[in-house]
Structure formats: C-alpha cells, structure tokens
C-alpha cells in the first residue's frame, strides 16, 4: 500500500528557493537561489547510502516530501528548485503528482553539500 501523509501529519515547514542564472567573465554560469515561497509539508528520510566515484567516498542521503498542489508550483517547478528545511539544502531528483484527487506532489529529494 502506498503512503499518503493526512493533513495532520503534514506540519513541516519547507521552504523552496529558485535559482536565477547569469553568465560570469569566463563563459559560465553564476548561480544565485532566492526565496520563492514557503509551505507545510511532510518530510522523512527515505535511505542513506555510500557512493564511491573518481576516488571520492560520499555519504549520499535520500528523502521524501509531500506538498499540496499550488497552480505556481505546476508552472514552474523544475529540477533547479531547491527545497530547505532545518536549515539544510535539498536538491529536488523527481517529482510526481499524486492522485488527481488528492491534489499532492511527491518530492524526491538528496542533501546538497
């Protein structure tokens, strides 16, 4: 059976900031996150694991939120948009709308470091 936090459970505060990219002197790219809204929500780890990569050993964590739709959100959330809570910085891996009636998007989520 699939979990779907109530509205009870829902009592998280989660902040979600955008990016806004400029170009730099060298032909990249500058990456400055500003503060798009702030929602109650649900969050909990779903896995910590460690990945090995190009001689790096990382402890990657893992985890899951739930937000209710917002017509704002529909629009313009997107793979840049970073999520906040506890003061720690997530960054959005998928996301998923679940159940038309229940209007509710699923997050998965890994903590940028």
């Not at 009870?8 to 790219?29: A, H, N």
């Not at 990945?51 to 629009?75: C, H, L, M, P």
């Not at 910085?89 to 699923?106: C, H, N, P």
């Amino acid at each position: 059976m699939v979990f779907i936090p109530t509205i009870g459970q829902m009592r998280m505060v989660l902040k979600f900031e955008q990016v806004s990219k400029s170009s730099d002197q060298t032909g990249g790219q500058n990456e400055q996150y500003d503060e798009w809204f702030t929602t109650r929500g649900y969050f909990v780890m779903k896995r910590n694991y460690r990945q090995f990569e190009t001689g790096y050993d990382a402890s990657v964590k893992t985890f899951e939120a739930w937000i209710y739709w917002r017509n704002e959100v529909e629009a313009n959330l997107s793979k840049d948009v970073r999520v906040v809570y506890e003061a720690r910085s997530f960054a959005i891996d998928t996301f998923t709308l679940v159940g038309e009636q229940r209007k509710m998007y699923k997050l998965e989520l890994t903590e940028v470091r």
